[in-house]
Each structure stands twice: as structure tokens, then as C-alpha cells.
């Protein structure tokens, strides 16, 4: 065998290994199913008192994935400076210990408020909302946002894949209609989490993605 | 100077230069102004007939950024299956071929049917949809589609940035609330084309882009 031959051949075993690597390193993908939150009202007592009256306590409607949250039965309507309504949004029980209006952007135009992308409970100067129940309204001058995009995870899944509560990810759609990679996904590590990444309808229909589908953390 | 101080201090300049040539290629990125396409309507002579009455003419509002297109006066409501109304949807100009009807997904969803993201004038086997006009309604069964990511381009650009009419390219956005990345991206080159990129609504809302934010060709 000549030397050109021998390193022709070398050559191409070389490749078909790394090929075969990756193709193991690929099916060990760090793959996330896919959830996506609708507009939804987390309420606290005070306002829950003044929408469905004094003492009210929100009734389950059903479980959500996350073991604790639900779904209730009551829903409320939201209004902004443009004076439309968006009915028929849910509220997700328990009880918080304050009110936060999650919406996409699509939904704060529709509403004419500013609503900023916020990690889940930071509501400092986020925008104004009126939300109106069956016993009363309360027009918060606060609590409107634009949920960021967010992976629940256990310690287990955040051990084997080096992440720490609070890291920023980066994730791709796996088998999209429109192929999408989305930045600043901040990592939620907790034992009482299950794997799920939470997108709002937004992300969701630019990219088309649906609830269950698959995404990878690259 | 001793040899380690010596090759800090080589280190340190190399690095800085490296930046700076960073730096350079940045400000030659190509680097794309966005237009964020709303639900929009084409209509054929055969559909402004039964919408707007027998040999109608549609009214210039206001030219759009591509050289001939216009926005008209006329609008129309769109209805699915799900028999909400779509009011107001803007007719854009001129007469086309093909009735044409784009929409986003989050549309799509409200109205009830499975539009496909297609290409435009790529209708065959598109979603169904009823127009309603001041003089008639027409359901057609096809015609509705979720326009797909595409960039407009001279062959000036074109040529510069190495591309050609239907290439494929990534863009990334540059300084959006919600970094994103839009696979897929469509690339027309004519022309009659002026520089911009064509996002809709839930590409535009879920990246927090709004019309003549730049983004960039990767």
C-alpha cells in the first residue's frame, strides 16, 4: 500500500469515528419538552377579595404540570388605556402574595400598556392593568408582564447537564415549521420542578411550536 | 524585562488587536432594517368584483417601501370556521393573479383554520377563508397562508454579501428584549427591491422587534 493510499484510508476511518461520535453525542441531547402559557392572572388574596368579594377562595379547575399549581375556575377580564377587553383569562392558583399579569406582547399592544420581559415575580415599575371580576375591578398601577423565556428543571437534570439555577440558555427548535433558536432562557432549578420550558404564545406561533413538542438547550 | 513579562505584554497587544479587527468586522456586518408585515390582504379583479362590486377599483391610502406596492383604502373581514370575525384587514395593492390572504399563526389559531407557512404565490393546498366586503363575501378554498421570513435585496446587496435570489440564510437579531435567531429567512433578490426584511407579527412580537430595528445575516 502506497503512502498516499494508507493515509487516504486513515483518513476516512478517522472521520467515520468522529462522524459516529457525534451522531452519540447528538442522541444525548439535552431535549425539553415544551409548554405553552396562554395570558394568566396569579392573584393575591387582596385582589381576590375585591374581584369575587371578601374571603373568596379560588377552586381548581385542574392540576397543572408543575406539582401545587392549578388552574382555577375563575377567569377575569383585562383592560388597558385602549379601553378593549381581553376576556376569558384564567387564573392560576395558589394563591400569590402578589398579583402578576402574564401576557405576551401581541396581547399588550391589543391593551396599549408597556409591558416589560420580567423574570416571574420581578414587577418593580412593570406596567398598569385593570383586571375586572364578577364582584368588582382594581386597576393595579403595577403587575403587567411579558413572562420571560424560562426552563423549569430538577437538580438532577441541572446536574447532569452543568447548569446552575439562573443560568442563561440558548434553545433551538428541533422540527419547527420556522426554524428558531431563542436567547435568554433563563435556567429554574428546584426539586419540586419537573423538565418543561415555558414559551408564551408568541414564541410559540412565530416559531410553531405546540405544547409537548421537543426543543435542545445548545 | 524578564520572558513571562514579556509575553504578558505580547499577549495582552495581540488580544487587543484581535479585538479591534472584531470590532471591524462587526461595523461590515450585514445588517438588514426589519418591516413588520400585519394581516394583509392581494386580491384579484375576479374577488374585488364580488367584494366591492363589479369592475371596482382599488383607492391608493398610501405607497408601501417597495416601489409600486401600495396600501388601498379598502379593507376587508376575514372569517374561519370558527365564525370570529377578523375586522378591518388592510387590502394592499396592486391587482394580483391570486387572491392572497397572510395571516400569523396566532390569526390562524383565532380563526380556526391550518394555514401553511408558504412562500408567497406558493397556494396550492393553502388554507381555506371567507372575505366578506361591503358588497359580498367570497369563501375560497384555498388562499391562506403564514407568509414565510424573507428578505428583500438589490442585486447590489446581493452581490456584496455573497448571496443570490432564494438562498436560505439565518438572521439574528441585534438588540432586541428577547435575543432571537429566525432560521429559514428567504432571501428575494430583484431589481426593483429596496433592502428590508418582511417578519409578521409573531416573529416581530416574540423577538420585541418593531419596524426599522436592524438585524443581521449570519
Redesign the interface.
Known amino acids: 500500500m502506497s503512502n498516499t493510499a494508507l493515509i487516504e484510508l486513515i483518513t476516512r476511518e478517522v472521520l467515520a469515528e468522529l462522524k459516529e461520535r457525534r451522531g452519540k453525542t447528538a442522541s444525548a441531547a439535552k431535549r425539553v419538552p415544551v409548554a405553552v402559557s396562554a395570558r394568566h392572572v396569579h392573584l393575591a388574596q387582596r385582589e381576590i377579595d375585591i374581584l369575587f368579594g371578601p374571603g373568596y377562595q379560588l377552586t381548581k379547575r385542574n392540576d397543572l404540570y408543575q406539582p401545587g399549581e392549578f388552574a382555577a375556575n375563575e377567569v377575569v377580564t383585562l383592560v388597558g388605556p385602549k379601553l378593549r377587553p381581553l376576556t376569558n383569562v384564567r387564573v392560576l392558583g395558589p394563591v400569590r402574595d402578589r398579583t402578576q399579569v402574564e401576557i405576551?406582547?401581541?396581547d399588550a399592544?391589543f391593551l396599549g400598556i408597556p409591558a416589560?420581559?420580567r423574570r416571574s415575580g420581578d414587577l418593580a415599575g412593570s406596567a398598569p392593568i385593570t383586571l375586572v371580576g364578577p364582584k368588582g375591578s382594581v386597576t393595579l398601577p403595577e403587575g403587567a408582564i411579558i413572562a420571560?423565556?424560562h426552563i423549569h428543571m430538577s437538580p438532577v437534570e441541572a446536574e447532569k447537564w452543568g447548569l446552575k439555577d439562573n443560568d442563561e440558555v440558548t434553545v433551538r427548535t428541533v422540527n419547527s415549521?420556522?426554524?428558531?433558536?431563542?436567547?435568554?432562557v433563563q435556567v429554574r432549578v428546584s426539586p419540586k420542578f419537573k423538565l418543561v420550558m415555558h414559551i408564551d404564545?408568541?414564541?410559540a406561533?412565530?416559531?410553531?411550536l405546540q405544547c409537548n413538542d421537543e426543543v435542545e438547550i445548545r
Not at 177 to 184: L, M
Not at 205 to 208: K, L, R
Open positions: 405576551s406582547r401581541t399592544i416589560p420581559v420571560n423565556r415549521e420556522r426554524p428558531t433558536i431563542f436567547g435568554g404564545t408568541d414564541d406561533n412565530a416559531a410553531g
